[in-house]
């Protein structure tokens, strides 16, 4: 399992705490939606640090790729550490991925990574995070908004929300925000 470092560990936080604050600005915000983001955040992020990331594609293009396969599960493995450290304990065999994404986003993908990208990059940055360690960090931050959902969204439903959100963000071409 990944170890994060102290500064990945405060940037969770910090980045748990921005992503509310920027999508408080979005008129009835949704715990879906912001569990969603987030996720999606953290695959932008890992996304960002595959060799392909550097190619010219449009935005929101899917690039189906081996090193997305070998990698997105880590996100997956965080977040449900990150949860069980938290509380709350979600049996991944139970986890239906088709369910999971049947409530309507009130963002879709690219909307989500240009709203929120600049303030994490500036987040990322200023803890000296690579993309990867940013990545497994956002992974983290996501546990923390599903705990703090938890009275408005089922743990488990947002742990189907959030694995869909690190497929999407892991095997999707953002629009190069980054700043």
């Known amino acids: 399992m ?6 990945q560990i405060s ?29 999606r955040m953290a695959g932008t992020f890992l996304f960002r640090s595959y060799a392909h990331a550097l190619n010219a594609v449009s935005p929101g293009t899917v690039l189906l790729s081996q090193v997305a396969n070998e990698s997105g599960p880590n996100l997956v493995g965080l977040l449900g550490n990150a949860l069980a450290r938290l509380g709350l304990v979600i049996d991944s065999t139970h986890v ?56 408005k969204l089922k743990p488990q439903a947002a742990f189907g929300l959030a694995v869909y959100g690190f497929i999407e963000g892991t095997k999707t071409a953002p629009d190069p925000v980054l700043l």
Not at 2 to 7: N, V
Not at 13 to 38: N, R
């Open 2 to 7: 990944t170890q994060l470092r102290q500064e």
């Open 11 to 39: 940037a969770a936080s910090a980045f748990a705490e921005t992503t509310l604050k920027q999508l408080d600005t979005v008129p009835g915000m949704t715990s879906e939606t912001v569990i969603l983001a987030s996720a």
């Open 96 to 151: 239906d991925l088709k369910t999971s994404n049947a409530a309507t986003p009130q963002l879709d993908f690219l909307e989500s990574q240009r709203l929120l990208e600049p303030a994490l990059q500036a987040i990322r940055a200023s803890f000296g995070l690579g993309q990867q360690e940013a990545a497994y960090a956002m992974a983290v931050a996501t546990a923390i908004l599903i705990k703090h959902a938890e009275k």
